[in-house]
């Protein structure tokens, strides 16, 4: 499948969900199951909790998390002992979550294992460069909490699937819609600002760049606490750069103003940005433009359309109504409804 294929140009890839049970699972372990293990090195952790037998919320069974021999993973001190696998034992991190320490282990047979392992940018990326380095790990993959984005970040990851389905809305234009704005998102453009790399050392602040790439400011601490617009600050610079969220307020302020609405507004990735899709889209429609320094690549979407309480939506509608908006691959892992 070209789905998997695509998947092997990356060293780092993120499952993330737009909503909880909308099949992330599902797509971990169809992908692992279909990645030839002896042919690269691949790793595998997760930013919550995955592989219960039953939801914790809703009561309703999930699917367990299969891993194959070879296959390095990272989980919790508490759920490597509850494992069903057999494995060897590559390292105990210092590193502590709720559940314990971390655990670096190697599948030696193909088993079930529940994954909990880091659960910040900061620690993902960590340990991504521990397994790379240490055990020659060709590819990452991380499997995302819900409503987590941030830790699918291309701060973290160069490669994304999204999962979405009918725990999102039983609407399937609502599913679209939602899914279809998430995609616009990550698809955003990566920006051509000389001294790109430069501007991720900026932790704080709103800051003008001029047309040769000076850097001034900061007009403002950050977008939720402007008090009064310095216009002419932001007139002389070529491009804006927010290095934390693009708000509504913040997005409203520059378009409602004829002399700004073409700026580039730039952000440090997708998940910065908090506006309305109506917001966002009339900004861009008006000349503005909005590039991110940071890019993943979204492979793919997955679809659940089954939603958790036995309700199920057309998977065939549902596949062919998102393909038409996004054009990337849609995949029902369980009918096998793959569109590209």
Same mark, same amino acid.
């Given at each position: 499948m070209p789905f998997i294929e695509e998947i092997l140009n990356y060293g780092t890839l993120s499952i993330a969900g737009l909503e909880k049970n909308t099949g992330k699972t599902e797509s971990l372990n169809y992908i692992l199951n279909r990645l030839t293990i002896n042919s690269i090195r691949v790793g595998v952790t997760s930013t919550g909790v995955d592989g219960e037998r039953i939801d914790q919320v809703t009561r309703t069974s999930k699917p367990e998390i299969f891993l194959k021999e070879g296959v390095v993973f990272t989980t919790s001190e508490k759920h490597y002992r509850e494992r069903k696998i057999l494995s060897e034992?590559?390292?105990?991190?210092?590193?502590?979550?709720?559940? /314990?320490?971390?655990?670096?282990?190697?599948?030696?047979?193909? !088993?079930?294992?529940?994954?909990?392992?880091?659960?910040?940018?900061?620690?993902?990326?960590? *340990? %991504?460069?521990?397994?790379?380095?240490?055990?020659?790990?060709?590819?990452?993959?991380?499997? !995302?909490?819900?409503?987590?984005?941030?830790?699918?970040?291309?701060?973290?990851? $160069?490669?994304? %699937?999204?999962?979405? #389905?009918?725990?999102?809305?039983?609407?399937? @234009?609502?599913?679209?819609?939602?899914?279809?704005?998430?995609? $616009?998102?990550?698809?955003?453009?990566?920006?051509?600002?000389?001294?790109? $790399?430069?501007?991720?050392?900026?932790?704080? #602040?709103? *800051?003008?760049? /001029? @047309?040769?790439?000076?850097?001034? #400011?900061?007009?403002?601490?950050?977008?939720?606490?402007?008090?009064?617009?310095?216009?002419? @600050?932001?007139?002389?610079?070529?491009?804006?750069?927010? &290095?934390?969220?693009? &708000?509504?307020?913040?997005?409203?302020?520059?378009? &409602?103003?004829?002399?700004?609405?073409?700026? $580039?507004?730039?952000?440090?990735?997708?998940?910065? %940005?908090?506006?309305?899709?109506?917001?966002l889209r009339n900004y861009l429609k008006k000349g503005g433009k909005i590039t991110v320094l940071q890019k993943t690549k979204l492979i793919a979407l997955t679809v659940n359309p089954i939603s958790p309480n036995g309700y199920t939506l057309d998977s065939n509608r549902l596949i062919d109504e998102l393909y038409g908006r996004v054009n990337i691959p849609v995949y029902d892992i369980k009918k096998n409804g793959y569109k590209i």
């Open positions: 034992l590559l390292d105990i991190s210092d590193e502590t979550t709720s559940l /314990g320490r971390l655990v670096t282990a190697k599948a030696l047979s193909g !088993g079930k294992v529940m994954l909990s392992g880091p659960v910040s940018t900061a620690s993902l990326k960590r *340990w %991504i460069i521990s397994l790379k380095k240490r055990y020659n790990v060709d590819l990452c993959i991380i499997d !995302g909490a819900l409503s987590r984005l941030s830790l699918a970040s291309p701060a973290v990851s $160069e490669a994304m %699937i999204l999962a979405t #389905g009918a725990s999102l809305s039983l609407s399937i @234009r609502e599913i679209v819609n939602k899914t279809a704005y998430a995609a $616009e998102l990550i698809g955003l453009p990566l920006s051509q600002i000389t001294g790109r $790399e430069t501007l991720l050392d900026y932790e704080q #602040g709103i *800051w003008t760049i /001029g @047309r040769d790439g000076e850097v001034c #400011g900061p007009i403002f601490e950050s977008a939720f606490t402007m008090e009064k617009r310095s216009i002419f @600050r932001i007139e002389d610079g070529g491009a804006i750069y927010l &290095t934390g969220a693009l &708000t509504e307020r913040f997005l409203k302020m520059i378009s &409602t103003d004829t002399n700004l609405t073409e700026k $580039e507004l730039i952000i440090k990735d997708f998940t910065r %940005i908090f506006v309305t899709p109506a917001l």
